[in-house]
């Protein structure tokens, strides 16, 4: 069964130009050979369209499906999953690749994902609350106090699912940085919609001594799960 109902009327905004590209200040220094398991899953993809070029798409609907022009964009993108569990890690690659998403990272917890954020360079994070030895507040922190010297983005979009959505746990994620919050179980469409939000809308950061980050007084709002759950 797909995991989006083939709804989707329009495409992507060819007149605007990709958000991530211009805080992007210098190319990652790739590690050559560094690519097990636990640090890169590929999706299969066609020769991606330069990173800078890449253009930005409309936010879409509950439920759209992803056009092929889509999947050209999602293409470009590269993604890091920060879960400690296999299995959710294993749903969050496969509705990714579904997505047309180009290259896929995992990291079983904050602390890999700390080392593959300054290695890979990701666009986006992806990551769960919980976790051991550093959880995804405290990676999430680490991130956005992180310099860009080595080329890695301490402005780039974090995403986190959590099950807990009362009002200080989501201050609490929001105060170390996040960028939206997810509340579980998961949705497909709903973690469609985050990710060309963070990519399309991105929000005003500020940096001040002992924060960086988006604005630590906004009200963030959980993103509610549509019909189609997956977990």
């Known amino acids: 069964m797909p995991l989006y109902r083939e709804q989707r009327r329009g495409g992507l905004d060819r007149q605007h130009r990709d958000p991530l590209s211009h805080r992007r200040h210098r190319r990652c220094a790739r590690k050559s050979g560094h690519r097990s398991r636990d640090h890169t899953r590929n999706a299969e993809r066609a020769r991606a369209p330069d990173r800078d070029s890449r253009q930005r798409p409309e936010t879409p609907g509950m439920n759209e499906a992803p056009t092929a022009a889509d999947k050209s964009f999602f293409r ?125 809308k991105p929000i005003h950061f500020v940096d001040k001594p002992g924060y960086r980050g988006p604005s630590p007084t906004r009200k963030l709002e959980p993103r509610q799960p549509g019909s189609d759950t997956l977990t």
């Not at 666009?123 to 990676?139: C, K, L, N, R, S």
């Not at 939206?180 to 060309?196: N, W």
């Open 76 to 200: 470009t993108l590269k993604i890091l999953i920060v879960e400690d569990s296999a299995e959710m890690r294993r749903l969050l690659t496969a509705l990714l690749e579904s997505m047309g998403v180009g290259e896929i990272l995992e990291a079983r917890d904050g602390e890999k994902a700390l080392e593959i954020f300054a290695a890979q360079c990701p666009d986006i994070i992806i990551t769960d609350g919980a976790m051991q030895p550093v959880d995804g507040y405290e990676m999430t922190r680490r991130v956005r106090a992180a310099g860009s010297a080595d080329g890695a983005n301490p402005d780039i979009p974090i995403l986190m699912i959590s099950g807990h959505v009362g009002r200080e746990d989501v201050n609490h994620a929001r105060d170390q940085g996040v960028t939206d919050y997810l509340a579980k179980p998961l949705s497909a469409s709903t973690l469609y919609e985050a990710i060309v939000a963070a990519v399309s």
